[in-house]
């Protein structure tokens, strides 16, 4: 992001907001980002990525939070939905004593990315995206191997 007198605290915040992202919507991204050691240049490059949109909002003087949450829409577009957040739901949901006992020993996080894993084939069977993360055959099929998992 080409800085000005605005810009470069922008990118801090929109760097901080996207951080957080990460990490209440896909850890396991972040896990492995952090892993390779590209993690700070994943995150400058998708903050320099919404430079012009940024640009554009500052010169219409739209107010910063409008500016932070029109920018963090644009810079997760490509991050939605979860599979995390889509796993570790129909985990509480549908097999609730599995998920306290994951939750209460401090492993949930753990393994819901090895779930997210595990189903990787149905994510890419049935494209997983906005417009199918309420298809009941994909819930079905993600259930099945969640159950499959935890009787390992």
Known sequence: MK?????PSLANRLTS?????????HPDLLIALQEDHRLTHYLRSKV????????????????????????????????RPSRFE???LLLEEEFEGDYLLMK?????????INLIG???????VFAFGEENEESREL??????MIAEYLER
Do not use: W
Not at 62 to 71: F, H, M, Q, T
């Open 118 to 124: 595990a189903c990787e084939p149905i994510f890419e």
């Open 3 to 7: 800085k000005n007198k605005e810009t």
């Open 86 to 88: 889509y796993v570790r």
């Open 17 to 25: 907001l996207l951080h957080d992202y990460l990490l209440q919507n």
């Open 48 to 79: 320099d990525s919404v430079q012009e949109l940024c640009e554009t909002l500052l010169a219409e003087n739209r107010p910063p939070y409008v500016i932070e949450a029109l920018c963090l829409e644009e810079l997760t577009r490509d991050l």
């Open 139 to 144: 819930k079905y099929a993600v259930m099945g």
């Open 104 to 112: 209460n020993s401090g492993i949930l996080t753990y393994e819901v």
